[in-house]
């Protein structure tokens, strides 16, 4: 409940709204943030560390300039999550999607997947939506596997083997079977 607190309290702001507004158009630094608001650097300074504090945006530093952007996921939830954050597993289940789709925004900007990532949790977040491209129960050829990794990621010979080793398919004779329910892929990764 705190975080919801603070966060709304950080929008309760006209100023502070306003440079949100500025910040979705546009990722800027805090003198220009100042010149486009007609507001002093150190009064846009103020307002972005209270931002900053609740969570709202990020910044990154280029240059000599501290340039300041949107944390968008935070913006992609509902008034709902918002105000009842905090309350056991919802809390818990917006956290997960939270660091799935940061995960997703990092890994495959674009809908495509240059590389895997490293680390088996975001590795598996990126299998899973391979994975949801194939029909439960259905059986592929290793033709129509082979495309339909490809339109996500290149290498569609270690997702593939991956995804047999993981259990998510079954082999025979070439074919692939889709199966209907996901195996526990940390326990298949560590029979490896």
């Known amino acids: 409940m705190a975080d919801s ?14 440079i949100l507004q500025a910040l979705d158009k546009k990722d800027m630094y805090v003198e220009l943030l100042a010149q486009r608001l007609r507001l002093s650097p150190p009064t846009v300074s103020f307002h972005l560390k209270k931002l900053y504090s609740a969570g709202l ?3 990154k530093k280029e240059q000599y300039y501290t340039v300041y952007s949107l944390r968008r996921q935070v913006f992609d939830r509902t008034l709902k999550e918002l ?5 056991g597993s919802d809390t818990e289940e917006l956290r997960e999607e ?8 990092t890994f495959m900007p674009g809908g495509y997947c240059e590389r895997l990532p490293a680390q088996l949790k975001k590795r598996l977040i990126i299998y ?3 994975f949801d491209q194939f029909e439960p129960g259905r059986s592929y050829s290793e033709k129509e596997v082979n495309e339909t ?4 990621h290149g290498d569609y010979c270690t997702v593939r083997r991956d995804m047999v080793d993981m259990g998510w398919f079954t082999r025979a004779n070439g074919v692939y079977t889709c199966e209907n329910a996901l195996s526990d892929p940390i326990s298949a990764e560590n029979r490896k």
Request: no cysteine; hydrophobic share 50%.
């Open 98 to 105: 939270l660091y799935k789709r940061k995960v997703i925004d």
């Open 5 to 18: 607190l603070a966060l709304l309290k950080a929008i309760a702001d006209d100023t502070r709204l306003r």
């Open 57 to 59: 945006i990020d910044s």
């Open 128 to 130: 899973r939506l391979i």
């Open 83 to 87: 105000l009842f954050a905090g309350s």
């Open 149 to 152: 990794i490809s339109r996500l």
